[in-house]
Structure formats: C-alpha cells, structure tokens
C-alpha cells in the first residue's frame, strides 16, 4: 500500500504561481511513476504532468510551458512548479502512483487526497 499527501493549493490571482508537494509512504520504489491530474468544478479528472522513473517528463498540452514536475526519490516527493496561472487552471489536483508513464487514470494505483487551486482572474 502507498499513502499519498498532497499539500501546497490555494488561492492565487491570473498570473501567479504556487508550488504543489506529494509525499508518499508506505511500499514505495524508485521505480514507480508519479503523476499530477486534477478535476476542474463539474468536470473531468485530466491529465497534467508525470515524471518517470528515468526522469524523463509529459505534459498536458494546456500546461506546457508552465508546469513543471519534479521528484525527489529520496523523499518520495514529487511537486508540480505551476506558474502563469490562468482561471482555468482552478481545479482539485491529485497525485498518482503507478507503474507506467501514462495519461490514463486507469493506469495509476494509488491516490492523494487531492489539493484545491483557485486561479481568481
């Protein structure tokens, strides 16, 4: 079992930025991949970012350029660097363990609680 703790969320103005944490613990590995969604009001949980375990990092395409993930295996933390926040960007934001880099929730095994953003404009 893996637990997961989100923290870091909050209220920002257009154009800010905050910097969300995961820890996890429990049966963690190196090997496992870590991942950020999130479910903005009344919809979806979509994809946002994942770090893999060589390191190499995927991102949605409405937060490239201004997300950044991160990891520290050590820790068994993984953060998402949000920068230039836009209002759409308000949502809950989870992160996920699992052993695959992928888009797909189905994918992941294990989740946070989640975090809420909110991006006032």
């Known amino acids: 079992q893996v637990h997961l703790v989100e923290s870091g969320g909050g209220l920002v103005q257009s154009g800010g930025s905050l910097r969300l944490s995961c820890t996890a613990s429990?049966?963690?590995?190196?090997?496992?991949?870590m991942g950020w969604y999130r479910r903005a009001p009344g919809g979806d949980r979509e994809f946002v970012a994942v770090m893999d375990n060589d390191g190499s990092t995927s991102y949605a395409e409405p937060v490239q350029g201004r997300f950044t993930v991160s990891r520290d295996n050590a820790k068994n933390t993984v953060t998402l660097q949000m920068n230039s926040l836009k209002p759409e960007d308000t949502a809950v934001y989870y992160c996920?363990?699992?052993?695959?880099?992928?888009?797909?929730?189905?994918?992941?095994?294990?989740w946070g609680q989640g975090t809420q953003v909110t991006v006032s404009s």
């Open positions: 996920a363990v699992g052993n695959v880099a992928s888009v797909v929730a189905a994918h992941y095994d294990y």
């Open positions: 429990g049966s963690m590995s190196a090997m496992n991949v």
